[in-house]
């Protein structure tokens, strides 16, 4: 069982940066590949990026590729998401999520954080 808190979330203005975190529990954490997820009112739950157990490999959504950044500290049980050129439409709900099989183009969540808000103002 993995249990993931976010936290970072906030309001910044278009073309600022935020660094959202994500504080994983358990002892498996370093087997796990992580996550980010974000859903948008009135949209559904979207894929963001994933990172491999290691932190060797990472994969994006086009939408964020270049101006988002995934990492991990396995020896803090930590996730990070790194966010720059922030724009209007990155505003929505994100979630940290955890993949135990360890795939990152295929990441398919087992676990989920509560989330956190971003809101980016135009």
């Known amino acids: 069982q993995v249990q993931l808190v976010e936290s970072g979330g906030g309001l910044v203005q278009a073309g600022g940066s935020l660094r959202l975190s994500c504080a994983a529990s358990?002892?498996?954490?370093?087997?796990?590949?992580m996550g980010w997820f974000r859903q948008a009112p009135g949209k559904e739950r979207e894929f963001v990026a994933a990172?491999?157990?290691?932190?060797?490999?990472?994969y994006y959504a086009d939408s964020v590729k270049v101006r988002f950044t995934i990492s991990r500290d396995n020896a803090k049980n930590m996730v990070y998401l790194q966010m720059n050129s922030l724009k209007a439409e990155d505003t929505a709900d994100y979630y940290c999520?955890?993949?135990?099989?360890?795939?990152?183009?295929?990441?398919?969540?087992?676990?989920w954080g509560q989330g956190t808000q971003v809101t980016v103002s135009s």
């Open positions: 999520a955890a993949d135990a099989t360890g795939a990152v183009v295929t990441f398919h969540p087992k676990y």
């Open positions: 358990g002892r498996t954490f370093i087997t796990y590949s």
């Open positions: 990172i491999s157990p290691s932190g060797g490999r990472a």
